[in-house]
């Protein structure tokens, strides 16, 4: 399999026979933890390329014995076609795909704006915010997990997921090591400090890590045992990669912190745009939003100056004027 190559030039993994079959456990696992039991129906929206999402869902879906819907990426209205027809229980994609499915529901005749079998989404990939969260499982109706792995642990889910006490992700202990370390230093810091997470695979055959560094910014929240049950170590929500993080005029942020700002901002759809321009060795930053006609764009700087530190420029677009993704959506655009 492969990266998606998002950020630079896409990382391939080979598999063992064994691997695969790990690869099924810790997303069964997730799975389960979600509240999918055997029979449940399963739509399965990452690609079945080379990008590791799609085959690695389809793995620990057969593991689950839950029934799948290989729908792989795109065609929207096809998608919620096939969640109806196959009283779909849960799915998995992209956070930021999912705006587009609820975008088509909206514009459906009375009677067709809803999934009434629906009742998990899992979401990989991508940050999203708490406020993100709320909007999906408000709309949709759903319960909505965080589910955490890379292609250099093994793909998708191979290192946790959040329960439904949504009080940390669950790290597979008895597949990963993990530690938080000081991005500068290569320290380990104290549990509840955020740093740079940092994985070694204890059963992995064909391409094991041994302190892997992800660029992936967590802390460790607790190594007590969490309300449903499970014991296993918990991280925080991954918020952010340390290179991601941007700095405009002498403030550093991150593109998640953005969403959340705006989140908070009545009116605000989902679809958003930082984009940065080097004038001279100064960066001036513009962030464009879609949001309801009321919604005006002092207001919106206002509200980011207050959240971020620095007056950004940026205009208010309305909802479903700037570009969509039927992958990982790219909120970051470079000039």
């Known amino acids: 399999h492969m990266s998606s190559g998002s950020t630079g030039t896409p990382v391939v993994m080979a598999y063992t026979h064994s691997d695969l079959l790990q690869w099924a456990e810790c997303m069964a696992r997730c799975f389960s933890m979600a509240g999918l039991e055997a029979g449940d129906a399963l739509q399965i929206m990452p690609t079945f390329g080379l990008f590791n999402g ?46 587009r499915i609820i975008e088509k529901l909206d514009e459906s005749p009375e009677g ?53 006490a949504h009080a940390g992700i669950h ?17 380990v810091v104290p549990d509840g400090e955020y740093g740079e997470i940092v994985f070694t695979s204890l059963n992995r055959e064909a391409m094991p890590v041994i302190r892997y560094r992800t660029r992936d910014i967590t802390r460790i929240v607790s190594r007590e045992k969490c309300a449903c049950g499970r014991t296993s170590l918990r991280i925080d929500r991954i918020t952010g990669r340390t290179d991601d993080m941007l700095i405009v005029k002498g403030v550093n942020f991150y593109p998640r912190q953005v969403e959340q700002a705006l989140k908070e901002i009545p009116g605000v759809a989902d679809e958003f745009q930082i984009i940065l321009e080097e004038n001279n060795g ?54």
């Open 171 to 187: 790290v597979w202990e008895d597949q990963y090591i993990t530690e938080i370390i000081n991005p500068e230093t290569g320290e």
């Open 282 to 335: 100064i960066t001036d930053v513009t962030i464009n939003v879609e949001a309801a006609s009321s919604v005006t764009g002092h207001q919106v700087a206002k509200h980011l100056r207050e959240r971020l530190g620095f007056l950004p420029k940026g205009d208010v677009f309305p909802i479903g004027s700037l570009p969509r993704s039927e992958g990982k959506a790219k909120r970051v655009i470079r000039r």
């Open 54 to 99: 799609g085959f690695g869902c389809y793995h620990g879906a057969r593991k689950a014995r839950l029934f799948t819907v290989p729908a792989s990426s795109g065609n929207t209205e096809r998608q919620i076609r096939l969640m109806r027809d196959f009283r779909v229980k849960g799915f998995v994609s992209v956070v930021s795909y999912v705006p």
């Open 112 to 164: 067709e704006r809803d999934l009434p079998y629906l009742k998990v989404g899992i979401f990989g990939s991508e940050t999203f915010s708490n406020e993100t969260r709320k909007r999906i499982e408000g709309r949709l109706g759903i319960e909505c997990f965080d589910i955490y792995g890379m292609t250099e642990t093994g793909g998708i889910g191979t290192t946790g997921q959040d329960c439904k």
